[in-house]
């Protein structure tokens, strides 16, 4: 699928003056190894290099996350931008200039919005800004001297206030932004009687910034006490923000990791818990705003560091929302602890600093217990383990969690843990996690030979194994693969698509695909493109039998439907035509099979 309108000869043109070793260079060391040059991956945390760029084929792969792309990829990852702004940034570097906005008029209108909504949001921000400093006796400055959140903090975070309903909407249309740049921005509401009113009308407004420090949404928390609203309202998804791509201090913590200051990151719940924990100088905390942390965040988080100290409130909701973050976080190997704090003393991190300070509450970081120790002694407080049946469920459970994880070493320890709270031999609980595990494997063989029969693996890899020898054009005669892919799927499309620059004798390579594909490390495209060719004595006798092999599945597969037809046949003389093809389909079959 194309990504964009952007004709494909300009996208050559781009990539062919921008090649991704010197491009990389900009963002990463790269080191010579073989054919390929190496670094740390800058989109995961290591220490040992797993990122590889191929100079010859123009692409990059990480074997250690998986990530894998072109130029064009490379700048949008590590720019945080879109596919547009990639070619725009790489047009800019090699001195050409953009195609007309005739020529994509949809890119150019949606950049125009986009920039639109990030100029009236910088406005916003500064209208909230100054609203709250220049607002002494507002009742949204007095609660932040109520909650001591210092005037340095205030401007780090770009905290700023709404006093009313209609001053943001006149100060912006006095700007010149219209009506529905407003309502695209999420400033802006309509009324009744089609009036413009401010979509954080009367609250205290936290700024939320992506990655790079640009403002893309708000936050507005209610702090009259009078109230009845819901506390804090925010903005709903838009163009330039996605709720799950976001999270509350993230920004910061970039600095910190240019400045090889960042080892551990803390996730809190809430915006002034996370202003707390900066004001004190524990800058590497974050907050996941209320919402559950998805793998989106997960990924964003792992970039930066393999360490995770979550500090989430103590009641029923946080208790949930610490159990769904573990499963996200530890589902792409992160480290993670977690720190539970008491009830009797605080309920959220901003309370315990002002109550007991800074160095109790680092304290309590150093003192974090691993993520699953937390899981199999907090679950088995809900059950009685005086009563067998009792013990009996809470081992099952402890059981089904433990088998999660790969690591032999890791159930080792976490079966320790169970063994200490139920008080029954070690032996007994391995054994039980065993049988729960085959008969777990047995179930899923059962539906996976339903899924994924042996045959149609076999032809899945021999397509992979075609089609990488195309790519890398070590055959180029592929008439006679046409019949193997004639389904609707992404290898099909791929062998269309490599087909047509065969009849036309035009160029191509891997660069290209990224530009036409939509590839990541689970398409069956990347597979294709890090296929590990046989050495090279045995890869044309491997081709051969590939080949072969598979047009002895399709014949076979031709016979098959053949003779479902003939059961079907209603007279004698379609009975006779049928035995006749399916007869030369046989002989067909054994003369293939003859040839081994």
């Given amino acids: 699928m194309a990504k964009t309108s952007i004709s494909q000869q300009f996208l050559e043109e781009v990539k062919s003056k921008n090649d991704i070793v010197d491009v990389a260079s900009k963002y990463i060391t790269l080191n010579r190894r073989g054919g390929n040059f190496w670094a740390c991956c800058p989109f995961h945390n290591e220490k040992t290099p797993s990122f590889s760029i191929k100079q010859d084929a123009q692409f990059f792969k990480c074997f250690g996350c998986g990530v894998s792309g072109n130029v064009f990829n490379l700048v949008m990852k590590m720019e945080n931008v879109n596919f547009y702004t990639a070619v725009e940034i790489l047009a800019k570097n090699a001195g050409l200039e953009m195609p007309s906005e005739k020529d994509n008029q949809k890119m150019q209108e949606l950049k125009h919005k986009k920039d639109r909504i990030y100029q009236v949001l910088r406005a916003t921000t500064e209208f909230y800004h100054k609203t709250l400093l220049n607002s002494k006796n507002s009742i949204q400055k007095k609660y932040l001297e109520k909650r001591k959140i210092s005037d340095e903090m205030i401007e780090k975070f770009q905290i700023g206030a709404s006093l009313n309903y209609d001053d943001l909407p006149r100060h912006l249309g006095k700007l010149g932004f219209t009506p529905e740049e407003m309502y695209s921005a999420g400033v802006a509401g309509c009324g009744e009687r ?50 799950s791509d976001i999270l509350f201090g993230y920004n910061f913590l970039r600095d910190l990791k240019k400045e090889h200051l960042l080892d551990t990151i803390i996730i809190v719940e809430g915006h002034i818990d996370v202003i707390a924990c900066h004001q004190v100088g524990i800058t590497n905390t974050i907050g996941c705003m209320g919402t559950a942390l998805t793998s989106q965040h997960a990924r964003q988080i792992k970039r930066l560091a393999d360490n995770v100290i979550l500090c989430l409130d103590g009641d029923g909701a946080g208790n949930l929302a610490t159990y769904k973050a573990i499963d996200t976080l530890k589902s792409i190997d992160l480290n993670v602890k977690v720190v539970r704090l008491d009830p009797t003393i605080a309920k959220d991190p901003d309370e315990f600093l002002k109550k007991r300070g800074k160095e109790e509450f680092l304290d309590l970081l150093s003192e974090a217990i691993d993520c699953v120790d937390f899981v199999l002694k907090d679950s088995a407080k809900k059950y009685d383990l005086q009563s067998n049946s009792d013990k009996n469920k809470y081992i099952n459970e402890a059981l089904n969690y433990i088998s999660k994880f790969s690591s032999p070493a890791e159930r080792e320890i976490y079966l320790g843990a169970v063994q200490k709270i139920v008080k029954i031999p070690i032996d007994a609980l391995r054994k039980s996690l065993m049988t729960s595990e085959f008969k777990e494997s047995e179930e899923k063989e059962v539906t996976d030979s339903k899924l994924d029969t042996e045959s149609n693996k076999y032809i899945k890899d021999s397509k992979i194994m075609l089609l990488s020898s195309i790519l890398y054009k070590k055959i180029k005669n592929i008439d006679d693969l046409s019949g193997l892919f004639d389904s609707d799927d992404e290898l099909s499309s791929l062998y269309a698509f490599l087909k047509e620059k065969i009849d036309n004798n035009s160029d191509y390579n891997v660069s290209m695909l990224f530009d036409n594909f939509e590839i990541d490390d689970k398409s069956l495209i990347d597979q294709v493109i890090n296929y590990d060719f046989p050495p090279v004595d045995v890869y044309k006798q491997y081709l051969d039998d590939t080949i072969r092999r598979v047009k002895i599945y399709e014949l076979t597969k031709s016979l098959d439907e053949l003779k479902v037809k003939m059961k079907n046949c209603t007279t004698v003389d379609e009975q006779i035509s049928y035995l006749q093809k399916i007869k030369e389909l046989q002989d067909k079959i054994n003369k293939e099979k003859s040839k081994r």
């Fill in 194 to 243: 089609d009036n413009l009113y401010d979509f954080f009308g009367e609250r205290l407004i936290f700024p939320i910034f992506n990655g790079f420090g640009d403002v893309v949404a708000y936050s507005g928390r209610s702090v009259s006490e009078r109230d009845d609203r819901a506390k804090y309202k925010n903005t709903p998804q838009t163009l330039v923000f996605n709720k």
